[in-house]
């Protein structure tokens, strides 16, 4: 699903010293990244929670799309949804089931 795995739900996975990354900046990681976890290192657990921020730049999209059209980057789709199909691509976006991208086609 869109953005379910949020820090704190995947804490009890990470390991004792590891670090969550996001490029999505949520509240969740916001208050334990900031007040929770210099808390827990008092005792001991070293867990960090992170935030990403990237900017695409005009040269890598220019890299993507040369290898792209050369054939050697494939991106995995699960499903192709028409727009009037939106709701269903939506829904198995929720599922959690899904392996790749949900595409929505339109025209």
């Known amino acids: 699903a869109v953005a379910k795995s949020w820090f704190a739900n995947c804490r009890k996975v990470l390991a004792p010293a590891g670090t969550y990354v996001t490029t999505l ?16 290192s008092l005792v001991g657990q070293y867990q960090r929670a992170l935030t990403l921020f990237a900017k695409a730049r005009w040269q890598d999209l220019e890299y993507l799309a040369s ?3 050369e054939g050697k980057l494939k991106p995995v789709i699960d499903r192709v949804y028409l727009l009037d199909q939106a709701r269903a691509a939506h829904d198995q976006s929720e599922s ?3 392996r790749g991208k949900i595409v929505l086609e339109i025209g």
């Open 67 to 69: 290898l792209a059209d």
């Open 96 to 98: 959690e089931r899904t």
């Open 25 to 40: 900046p949520n509240v969740d990681v916001l208050f334990q990244g900031m007040v929770l976890l210099p808390l827990l």
